[in-house]
């Protein structure tokens, strides 16, 4: 697998607007809702220095966004957060950890916004993403 970039982070919260008033309020981080849906209660920011992209996700989203549904599943352990690592291929990571005895949360799949995108979770229940996302190799 060949890993170019650390394409994001998020804290995965279940009281997203304590996490935000901590992430906005105290430590002054610019982080908007995504302008194609302004009342989502993830926010992020691209401006960071030292990260691509960082966000807080609600956990219902991050469960929808895995699962379809917006309850965790009890089958998995409940996520504190995300890493998305940029892959040159993301069928070959998938495939790579598949090989490893990495279970996929979800196959390889293109979200809404253009990332193409395999999550899986560490023994500890970190969300780890393979992904390939075009307007972030440019930054």
Same mark, same amino acid.
């Given at each position: 697998?060949?890993? $170019? +970039?650390?394409?994001?982070?998020?804290?995965?919260?279940?009281?997203?607007?304590?996490?935000v008033? $901590?992430? *906005?309020?105290t430590?002054?981080l610019?982080?908007? @809702?995504?302008?194609? /849906? @302004?009342?989502?209660?993830?926010?992020?920011?691209?401006?960071?220095?030292?990260?691509?992209?960082?966000?807080?996700?609600?956990?219902? !989203?991050?469960?929808?966004?895995?699962?379809?549904?917006?309850?965790? @599943?009890?089958?998995? @352990?409940?996520?504190?957060?995300?890493? !998305?690592? !940029?892959?040159?291929? /993301?069928?070959?990571?998938?495939?790579? $950890? #598949?090989?490893?005895?990495?279970?996929? /949360? #979800?196959? /390889?799949r293109t979200?809404?916004?253009?990332? *193409?995108?395999a999550? +899986?979770?560490?023994?500890?229940?970190?969300?780890?993403?393979?992904?390939?996302t075009?307007?972030?190799?440019?930054?």
């Amino acid at each position: 697998m060949n890993v $170019l +970039f650390v394409a994001g982070f998020a804290v995965i919260s279940s009281t997203p607007g304590h996490d935000v008033r $901590l992430f *906005v309020d105290t430590l002054g981080l610019p982080l908007r @809702p995504p302008t194609s /849906v @302004p009342t989502a209660e993830y926010r992020y920011s691209e401006r960071i220095d030292g990260t691509k992209h960082f966000g807080v996700w609600p956990l219902s !989203e991050a469960a929808y966004a895995c699962f379809g549904t917006e309850q965790w @599943p009890a089958t998995h @352990p409940i996520p504190q957060a995300t890493i !998305e690592f !940029e892959v040159d291929d /993301v069928e070959s990571a998938a495939a790579e $950890l #598949h090989e490893h005895g990495y279970g996929l /949360v #979800h196959e /390889v799949r293109t979200e809404p916004w253009g990332q *193409v995108i395999a999550r +899986f979770q560490s023994a500890d229940g970190l969300l780890l993403g393979a992904c390939s996302t075009p307007h972030l190799a440019d930054t």
